[in-house]
């Protein structure tokens, strides 16, 4: 018995499932997930001292690489000066306006301390700012777990098949209309019938917790103009996508501009933090200046804003991005010509450091069905292949993964011979 596995059984006596997350749990390529004892630039290293590369990067924060130098030693100074006042900060300043430097149609934030929170608020504040109860969202994508935003969701939700969790009381899901992502007409269909009821739309502008699926040209600029049209909120979570795709987000690579917009993972360096912001008339709606309440007594953390600006201070760098996408397009082009060759159906998709992979017969898969419909199978050989061979991918197919700064020509290359033998297996 591995020590990992040691590790498993004892969590599982004194944890719910031995994970506090659900994903993590492996129960979407069976087998049992492996214990981390530390992480540095692209690699992990485990309890029984395996080294990984990792292109999960914490489910999206370390764009630079684990460890990173000037993160963490902002955060020890930072750590140095206390941990939590409960008061204003000098550096939270510093935090929105760099915020609103990088991502222009911000123009006031607020910190919170995850992704989560982010949503759930900005629902609350487009539902408070338009007096409207209903809100739209996409099947397959993820928000975060507000009971709100639990429906027909993506990442572990929809790796367990629990889309619509117990302890959600329909009164408060009925509010929550579902439809097609990359489908225009089934959006333009149901504003036809409600349009003046609905509070918001809100969207991850690239999908990132059904696989990755990017949007089609059209379909982010069509939501943009439904909402105009009905005097409804645009919200962008880009809470994984947020100095991911590009550095000012998918907003920045599309071309589309929300009125709100949710930021995680990146902007907290790999502490726990989310944002959300956007339209100043439509911010000012928030307490204490208005009346949508909402508050936090760690947020804006002195220690989670110092690793946080030195990462986003990272992110300046004129290479750092297209240096993350050409390494992207080496791996999924390397996986596709060996599946190619293999004769696995086998596609890829890719958005900035964002990238997905389907076991499908699809030239390309830009809906929540194709990628549920994928060789689930294949899938799972072919992630513990790669696991044996020390590459960590995301545990599950329906989830996006992150190439960093700090992966190397030769930790791709070692990926694409893993891969070469993973293949080989499948056959
Ligand atoms: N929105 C998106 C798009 C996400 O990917 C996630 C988490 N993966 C969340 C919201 C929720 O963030 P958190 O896990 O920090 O609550």
């Not at 969590?11 to 492996?26: L, M, Y």
Request: include cysteine.
């Amino acid at each position: 018995m591995s020590r990992s596995d040691e590790l498993f059984a004892q969590a599982q006596q004194s944890i719910p499932g031995g994970v506090n997350s659900p994903v993590r749990a492996f129960n979407g390529v069976g087998g049992s997930p492996i214990f981390i004892e530390s992480a540095d630039g692209a690699y992990m290293f485990d309890a029984d001292g395996n080294k990984y590369i990792d292109y999960v990067g914490s489910w999206g924060p370390m764009i630079l690489g684990h460890n990173n130098t000037a993160i963490r030693e902002a955060t020890h100074a930072a750590v140095d000066r206390g941990l939590s006042f409960g008061t204003p900060t000098p550096n939270e300043i510093t935090m929105a306006e760099r915020i609103k430097q990088i991502v222009p149609s911000i123009e006031k934030v607020r910190m919170v301390n995850s992704g989560t929170e982010a949503t759930m608020t900005a629902i609350r504040l487009a539902r408070g700012y338009t007096g409207r109860d209903k809100i739209l969202k996409f099947e397959g994508c993820y928000h975060g777990h507000a009971d709100a935003l639990l429906v027909k969701a993506g990442s572990g939700a929809l790796t367990l098949g629990v889309p619509n969790s117990p302890g959600i009381p329909e009164d408060f899901a009925k509010h929550t209309l579902t439809v097609t992502y990359n489908d225009l007409a089934s959006v333009k269909q149901i504003f036809a019938e409600v349009g003046d009821q609905i509070a918001t739309i809100i969207v991850e502008p690239v999908a990132g917790n059904m696989n990755c699926i990017p949007p089609v040209p059209g379909f982010l600029e069509g939501l943009r103009e439904i909402c105009d049209q009905y005097g409804s909120v645009l919200i962008f979570d880009e809470v994984m996508t947020g100095f991911r795709v590009a550095r000012g987000g998918a907003q920045e690579y599309y071309q589309v501009i929300p009125d709100l917009t949710t930021l995680g993972k990146v902007i907290g360096g790999g502490m726990p933090v989310g944002a959300f912001g956007g339209k100043r008339e439509i911010m000012d709606y928030i307490a204490p200046v208005g009346p949508v309440y909402q508050a936090g007594t760690l947020s804006g953390n002195p220690v989670a804003m110092a690793a946080g600006l030195a990462a986003l201070n990272q992110l300046d760098d004129e290479q750092l991005y297209p240096g993350l996408t050409a390494k992207v397009e080496q791996l999924v082009n390397g996986l596709q010509a060996l599946a190619d060759e293999a004769g696995i159906p086998f596609t890829t998709n890719r958005a900035g450091s964002m990238f997905g992979f389907f076991f499908s017969k699809e030239a390309q898969v830009t809906s929540y069905q194709q990628a549920t419909e994928c060789n689930i199978e294949h899938f799972r050989k072919f992630y513990h292949s790669m696991l044996r061979q020390g590459v960590y991918l995301a545990p599950s197919a329906f989830e996006a993964g992150f190439m960093s700064a700090a992966h190397t020509d030769a930790d791709i290359e070692a990926t694409l011979a893993a891969a070469k033998v993973a293949f080989a297996e499948l056959k």
